[in-house]
């Protein structure tokens, strides 16, 4: 089993920063995609930011210039850099991991990133 806990959520005004960051502990396979999803009220859940283990990347189009994700594979930590914060990033913050080659995908509790004046 694999266990994911996210910190770093919280309240920040548009224009501003936030870095979540999601440890992961357990039995981790070493092939693995690590990274986050949001879900908005009334949304549906999207892909934000995803990592794989050895650096490919796929980054949601809406926050591609804003947001940065990068992992410590030695820590099985995975970060969500967040600048220049807009309103509509207003969502919970899902940290996933999910093993390649598997049907095996494990989920965070969320962490709340709330944008506003």
């Known amino acids: 089993q694999v266990q994911l806990v996210e910190s770093g959520g919280g309240l920040v005004q548009p224009g501003g920063s936030l870095r979540l960051s999601c440890a992961a502990s357990?039995?981790?396979?070493?092939?693995?995609?690590m990274g986050w999803h949001r879900q908005a009220p009334g949304k549906q859940r999207e892909l934000v930011a995803v990592?794989?283990?050895?650096?490919?990347?796929d980054v949601a189009d809406s926050v591609k210039d804003r947001f940065t994700i990068f992992r410590d594979n030695g820590k099985n930590t995975v970060y969500l850099q967040m600048n220049s914060l807009k309103p509509e990033d207003t969502a919970v913050y899902y940290c996933?991991?999910?093993?390649?080659?598997?049907?095996?995908?494990?989920w965070g509790r969320g962490t709340q990133v709330t944008v506003s004046s």
């Open positions: 996933n991991l999910r093993v390649l080659g598997t049907t095996s995908n494990y």
């Open positions: 357990g039995s981790i396979p070493r092939f693995n995609v």
């Open positions: 990592m794989a283990n050895n650096g490919n990347t």
